[in-house]
T-cell receptor
Framework: GAVVSQHPSWVICKSGTSVKIECRSL??????MFWYRQFPKQSLMLMAT?????????EQGVEKDKFLINHASLTLSTLTVTSAHPEDSSFYIC????????????FGQGTRLTVV | GNSVTQMEGPVTLSEEAFLTINCTYT??????LFWYVQYPGEGLQLLLK?????DKGSNKGFEATYRKETTSFHLEKGSVQVSDSAVYFC????????????FGKGTKLTVNP
């Protein structure tokens, strides 16, 4: 199947700093990318949907100024957690899908963010 | 709204045991149903899917049948292996719109030799 690479796999940062997470589709053009957050023993919560070249659509309750999403190319989307706080510590997962209707989304391996 | 409920884990089985992980859903319209698997340290992988009622998805010995009358999509495997140890997620995707996936909470399976 198609490959989605997420980087870094884990990151530790200090409170107040910003962290950028990259999501790349390695062998297909991802017109749509999704960002999820996963709490321990909880389900994946969709944070936002981004389409290449346009602004991301955020789910209700997700602060768009805190979680900046950029999808500038068909193979790369980034999530920047700005002014991180300990409560932002979580597992963040991206997925990417081609433009054709009905195609499946492929998932990255996730990024473990710890804010200290 | 749309939601997925799956049995809470963790589930611990011996090798070659029979596996069932229950999944029920609530959705408007006719969703597609999925099982994803997450092996330790890896991202989610699509295990199987079914797009309409009575469809059976199957892969790697796992099966699940789309039951509209009971709004269920239970995952089964007749004989589990140690390598099946992972977290399993049931999910639905509604037709049309943004095609978002709605996930259950996940069930951790551990298979002992």
């Amino acid at each position: 199947g198609a490959v989605v690479s997420q980087h870094p796999s884990w990151v530790i940062c200090k409170s107040g700093t910003s962290v950028k997470i990259e999501c790349r589709s390695l062998d297909f053009q991802a017109t749509t990318m999704f960002w999820y957050r996963q709490f321990p023993k909880q389900s994946l919560m969709l944070m936002a949907t981004s389409n290449e070249g346009s602004k991301a659509t955020y789910e209700q309750g997700v602060e768009k100024d805190k979680f900046l999403i950029n999808h500038a190319s068909l193979t790369l989307s980034t999530l920047t957690v700005t002014s991180a706080h300990p409560e932002d510590s979580s597992f963040y997962i991206c997925s990417a899908r081609e433009a054709r209707a009905g195609t499946e989304a492929f998932f990255g391996q996730g990024t473990r963010l710890t804010v200290v | 709204g749309n939601s997925v409920t799956q049995m809470e884990g963790p589930v611990t089985l011996s090798e070659e045991a029979f596996l069932t992980i229950n999944c029920t859903y609530t959705a408007t319209g006719y969703p597609s149903l999925f099982w994803y698997v997450q092996y330790p340290g890896e991202g989610l992988q699509l295990l199987l899917k079914a797009t309409k009622a009575d469809d059976k998805g199957s892969n790697k010995g796992f099966e699940a049948t789309y039951r509209k009358e009971t709004t269920s999509f239970h995952l089964e495997k007749g004989s589990v292996q140690v390598s099946d140890s992972a977290v399993y997620f049931c999910a639905l995707r509604t037709q049309g719109g943004s095609e978002k996936l709605v996930f259950g909470k996940g069930t951790k399976l551990t298979v002992n030799p």
